[in-house]
T-cell receptor, first 117, second 113 residues
């Protein structure tokens, strides 16, 4: 399958700092990427849809000013958690879409584990 | 009604048995169906996708789709302890915001040696 990478794989930061997470499609171009968050023992929660060259579309309840998404190229989307707080500690996972006509497949990156102290 | 429903499990099967994972969805316009496997602490890994009614086989895995019943399943033959994971059913629909995957809550599978 297609390869999606994320960096960093884990990060520990102090409360109030901002953290940037990168998501890259390594062997294909992705016009659309997705950002998910997953708390322990819970299901994936879609945070936002990131479209290359346009503003991200956020899911209900997700603060767009806190979770800044930039999709500047066809292979890179970034998620910045601004002024992170302990409740933002979670597993953040991106995915990239490969579309062919009306069919599509979505591949996930390995995830970034964020711990805010 | 949830858009994609799965039994949360855990589903426990003995090694070598067939594991059957089920999923139902509410949007009749859904076009693509996926099964992901997620090991504890890891991100989801795509293992099967199916677009047409019927069965699709890949190694020990068989995906079954019945659009009339809005039902998709995953069979794992000769289950191994390494198959123990949470299996996520995902359905793609164009209904929302240009299309996105809707995930079920996942079924935890435990294969006992």
């Amino acid at each position: 399958g297609a390869v999606v990478s994320q960096h960093p794989s884990w990060v520990i930061c102090k409360s109030g700092t901002s953290v940037k997470i990168e998501c890259r499609s390594l062997d294909f171009q992705a016009t659309t990427m997705f950002w998910y968050r997953q708390f322990p023992k819970q299901s994936l929660m879609l945070m936002a849809t990131s479209n290359e060259g346009s503003k991200a579309t956020y899911e209900q309840g997700v603060e767009k000013d806190k979770f800044l998404i930039n999709h500047a190229s066809l292979t890179l989307s970034t998620l910045t958690v601004t002024s992170a707080h302990p409740e933002d500690s979670s597993f953040y996972i991106c995915s990239a879409r490969i579309a062919s006509g009306t069919q599509e497949t979505q591949y996930f990156g390995p995830g970034t584990r964020l711990l805010v102290l | 009604q949830k858009e994609v429903e799965q039994n949360s499990g855990p589903l426990s099967v003995p090694e070598g048995a067939i594991a059957s994972l089920n999923c139902t969805y509410s949007d009749r316009g859904s076009q693509s169906f996926f099964w992901y496997r997620q090991y504890s602490g890891k991100s989801p890994e795509l293992i099967m996708f199916i677009y047409s009614n019927g069965d699709k086989e890949d190694g020990r895995f068989t995906a079954q789709l019945n659009k009339a019943s809005q039902y998709v399943s995953l069979l794992i033959r000769d289950s191994q302890p390494s198959d123990s994971a949470t299996y996520l059913c995902a359905v793609f629909s164009f209904r929302n915001q240009g299309g996105k995957l809707i995930f079920g809550q996942g079924t935890e599978l435990s294969v006992k040696p």
